[in-house]
């Protein structure tokens, strides 16, 4: 496989912390037990198909701040990793269906955002190039006959409506063996799709239209305190501390106090965490909604004020997220500072790790030079740059200075895969929860 040394690393201004190099050479050093951990866990609970991890380098803390199962971003991944990421897929569908040779794959309904329609692109290469022939179904209720979309790279997709025959899906005559989802569900669970004898990867029940932030951070939670047990460490290191207090309304202030009451509590508790580890910086708090994606309904929030003195405008941007769907919850989350930079300008960056099945598979840097690094960076005016793995995630190299790439880059890996076994106890979760199919007929 090509070495992407030659890319551009960031410059991290944590490099030289001492608690991130500690914590660093603590995973070297505990590499081949903290692999035979994460084998045992994909032993208990299978992987998800595919996940991506949003992760913020605090220095004194590494930690996942964002969990998505259907990551949208692959286009903006390595090109040097394709070969593992088709081995990957390769992995993942035959433990899905050892005989299936046809794959539907569900975009999102939106066609305007170019970007994204890259990534369907990509990902349907990727399968394509595991062994598989691969269609484009689409949910849009206003698609009656196929449509092709040439996008900016001079590739093209051909989208086709589904239809459906019995406990069947179909794309035109092309039957699936399996049904690969890139479609949130942000919009509502799809009839057309339920209780089919197809597998439905990933399943519907952790589309965002039942899946909360919070019961994922819970399991996380439960995840962080059994590796913290393993290394010996405070799973706080990897775990960002949170609290919710369910239904809430922004426009209308329903919940307010509730919120305002949680955020000081948990402001409290960061600084107690801070004042142990000897933290200078400000404690503050991320609240967002807690179903939903694209960086909607986020904000940064220092002080209970901020709640109790939110004007309309900030009021309503809360209570908008995906799909033109309404806030009715939030997560309150510790808020983790991001001391990376990149290029000449020093823009604020964090990681964004992808993985499919459990192979670590690249990622990028999410820049953006117009927000601090106490701000949700997944927002208007972001870049993406591939991360320079010279290596997978997984393959620490030991003897090389804890700080060096490999090493840096597999101290993500590890923290992403924590994320990744919490995303698999919440999709088997989901999964129990699923009338299961009759048959699986390739």
């Not at 944590?14 to 590499?31: G, I």
């Not at 692999?35 to 991890?53: D, H, I, K, M, N």
């Not at 569900?185 to 965002?208: E, T």
């Amino acid at each position: 496989m090509p070495s992407t040394s030659h890319h551009a690393v960031p410059n991290l201004t944590t490099a030289q912390t001492a608690p991130l190099l500690r914590f660093e050479s603590l995973l070297l050093e505990r590499a081949a037990d903290i692999e035979r951990w994460f084998r045992g866990q994909w032993a208990l609970t299978p992987p998800p198909f595919y996940c991506s991890v949003d992760l913020r380098n605090a220095g004194f803390k590494l930690a996942p701040v964002d969990t998505n199962l259907f990551p949208g971003g692959f286009n903006n991944l390595n090109p040097a990793f394709e070969a593992l990421c088709v081995q990957a897929i390769q992995s993942a569908l035959e433990r899905v269906m050892s005989t299936a040779c046809d794959v539907l794959l569900v975009p999102e309904n939106h066609t305007r955002n170019r970007f994204y329609l890259e990534n369907v692109a990509t990902l349907q290469g990727l399968i394509q190039k595991a062994g598989y022939t691969v269609r484009l179904g689409s949910l849009r209720t206003d698609l009656h006959e196929p449509e092709t979309i040439t996008l900016d790279s001079g590739r093209s997709l051909y989208l086709e409506p589904i239809h459906r025959d019995g406990d069947y899906i179909y794309a035109g005559d092309f039957r699936p063996c399996v049904v690969v989802l890139n479609n949130d569900l942000s919009s509502g669970r799809p009839a057309l799709l339920a209780g089919i004898a197809q597998p439905v990867i990933p399943p519907l029940g952790v589309g965002w239209n039942t899946r909360l932030k919070t019961q994922h951070f819970g399991i996380y939670r439960e995840v962080a305190a059994e590796f913290g047990k393993l290394l010996g460490i405070d799973p706080w290191w990897v775990d960002p501390l949170f609290r919710n207090c369910g239904q809430i309304n922004f426009k209308t202030r329903e919940g307010e106090d509730c919120l305002a009451s949680n955020v000081e509590l948990l402001l409290e508790d960061i600084a107690e965490k801070y004042r142990q580890y000897g933290v200078k910086d400000e404690p503050f708090v991320i609240v967002k909604a807690d179903a939903g994606t694209y960086g909607m309904g986020v904000m940064t929030v220092k002080s209970a004020d901020e709640i109790r003195n939110m004007n309309r405008d900030a009021r309503k941007k809360m209570a908008s997220a995906k799909e033109g769907n309404e806030v009715t919850g939030a997560i309150i989350q510790e808020g983790v500072y991001t001391f990376e930079r990149w290029g000449d300008e020093q823009s604020t960056a964090e990681p964004v790790v992808y993985m499919i099945d459990k192979h670590v598979v690249g990622g990028f840097y999410r820049v953006h030079g117009g927000r601090s690094n106490t701000e949700n960076l997944n927002a208007p005016g972001a870049s993406f740059q591939p991360l320079a793995f010279a290596d997978p995630c997984n393959c620490p190299d030991t003897a090389q200075n804890p700080d060096a790439s490999p090493n840096r880059f597999y101290a993500y890996g590890v923290v992403a895969r924590l994320a990744l076994v919490a995303a698999a106890r919440e999709t088997a979760n989901a999964m129990a929860r699923e009338p299961q199919p009759v048959e699986a007929v390739a």
